[in-house]
């Protein structure tokens, strides 16, 4: 059964258009965690959520946003996508953050903009 | 800083061991983990290894840890053609509580 959701698999956006992305787990965690993967690139941590907590990474752009309405839904919204925010967008979850917590891994969601 | 680095490609023949090799920075780093990624999907964990141990072994699966070097290892034995995949190695980062990732290790697995 699966426990990280992410939908759509793929998604084809234009330049400048919003575009949201879906995630949904079924694992009850508190933590859920965005990252962008880039082609042949590490996975890279945009933002995480600690229950309703929002922690921004550092370096993560302003053009990028996210919203937890509740345990299990969590969305990454890209208000003005450009060429080079095409990647693969993965979330995870945890029981809690740091530790020992193993992070569950959604399938992805491929990026294309045109 | 946190870093860690892997060597991008490996090849070898179905049924010889596969060894993917990984060195990390952060020595704070309590939890490191293998992650697999076959094409066009998501991250599934192979395993972990808690910092105070030098070895763990899973079926097939063996990690080596050398705290002093900081160096990781992941053994694949009789690697099949299903093995094929990339392999990330990750570190608990101890400042900030994340994963750091490498930028993983592409297996090839020939017949």
């Known amino acids: 059964d699966a426990m990280v959701i992410q939908n759509p698999r793929y998604q084809v956006t234009q330049f400048g258009k919003p575009v949201t992305l879906s995630c949904s787990q079924t694992l009850n965690h508190n933590v859920m965690y965005w990252y962008q993967q880039k082609s042949s690139q590490a996975p890279k941590l945009l933002f995480h959520y600690y229950d309703k907590d929002f922690n921004n990474e550092a370096d993560t752009p302003d053009n990028f946003q996210s919203r937890r309405p509740n345990t299990s839904f969590c969305f990454l919204d890209i208000r003005s996508p450009g060429l080079g925010d095409a990647a693969m967008y993965l979330c995870a979850t945890s029981t809690n953050w740091g530790g020992s917590e193993t992070q569950y891994f959604g399938p992805g969601t491929r990026l294309l903009v045109l | 800083g946190e870093d860690v680095e892997q060597s991008l490609f490996l090849s070898v023949r179905e049924g010889d061991s596969s060894v993917i090799n990984c060195t990390y920075t952060d020595s704070s780093s309590t939890y490191l983990y293998w992650y697999k990624q076959e094409p066009g999907a998501g991250l599934q964990l192979l395993t972990y290894i808690f910092s105070n141990m030098d070895m763990k072994q899973d079926q097939r699966l063996t990690v080596l840890l050398n705290k002093k070097d900081k160096h990781l290892s992941l053994r694949i034995a009789d690697t099949q053609t299903g093995d094929s995949a990339i392999y990330f190695c990750?570190?608990?980062?101890?400042?900030?509580?994340?994963?750091?990732f490498g930028k993983g290790t592409k297996l090839s697995v020939k017949p």
């Open positions: 990750a570190e608990l980062g101890g400042s900030q509580g994340n994963l750091i």
